[in-house]
């Protein structure tokens, strides 16, 4: 077993690579409306959120989609075992619902901690100090918990406004109260659920824009990166910018 071939590591991101993704969003589509519920504008506010939730795809996207399953289709939490019992470890009210965050997961607070209407945070982005997150899966033993994080300022990484901008987006496409955060508006108009691919295809197309040479490092190992590049790449984007 120590002779096996290993498989092959996921590469990083970049800071670069981050850079890219962010013009990416704001410049794919020249139409400013298209542009905020693209794929980019979708999977660059999602890279900058889960850099503080961990970003694992569960969270906010869709993994192992059925096959022929529609664009939209998004995992449900498991309200049955394999044998065909109900599950009773998963509470009845949570039992067929998304896996991945829904806009309830998300609550604003301001500086003195007091709780935010979401209507009213939405108007005045400026007032949210605090955004407490519910993490629905954290494939752990513990699931439904809160983490609690801060507006970072003078940075463009911050979950607040990564959180306010994925809210705004999914009350843009009327998506509903049941339907996860993470999706976008393809240029058809129709709705899908973010995929793995989805990830893969925009942080490839960040690389390819961040360093053109094909020569570069990142070109030569391009096919290294992937939805879980974020998670790798986490730790050092908050490190520089001074989180700790």
């Known amino acids: 077993r120590i002779w096996k071939k290993q498989k092959e590591k996921r590469e990083p991101i970049s800071g670069k690579m981050l850079e890219a993704l962010r013009y990416l969003a704001y410049h794919a589509h020249s139409d400013p409306s298209i542009a905020f519920t693209s794929k980019e504008a979708a999977v660059y506010d999602w890279v900058d959120f889960g850099l503080f939730t961990g970003s694992r795809l569960s969270e906010y996207g869709q993994s192992k989609v059925p096959k022929g399953a529609p664009v939209d289709w998004w995992a449900p939490i498991p309200s049955h075992n394999k044998d065909g019992s109900i599950n009773t470890d998963i509470p009845p009210e949570w039992r067929g619902r998304p896996i991945a965050f829904l806009e309830e997961d998300l609550t604003f607070y301001d500086s003195s901690n007091c709780v935010l209407p979401l209507d009213y945070v939405l108007q005045q982005p400026q007032c949210a100090a605090r955004i407490h997150i519910r993490f629905r899966y954290d494939k752990s033993k513990f699931n439904f918990i809160y983490r609690v994080f801060a507006r970072i300022h003078c940075s463009h990484i911050c979950p607040v406004k990564a959180g306010l901008s994925i ?24 709705i899908h659920t973010i995929r793995g691919t989805h990830m893969e295809e925009c942080i490839r197309a960040a690389c390819t824009l961040a360093y053109p040479d094909p020569s570069h490092y990142f070109r030569q190992h391009i096919k290294k990166l992937s939805s879980h590049s974020i998670r790798v790449f986490a730790c050092v984007a908050l490190h520089n910018a001074n989180v700790s």
């Open 167 to 190: 809210i705004k987006r999914h009350r843009l496409m009327q998506r509903g109260p049941d339907a996860p955060l993470g999706a976008f508006k393809a240029t058809d108009g129709s």
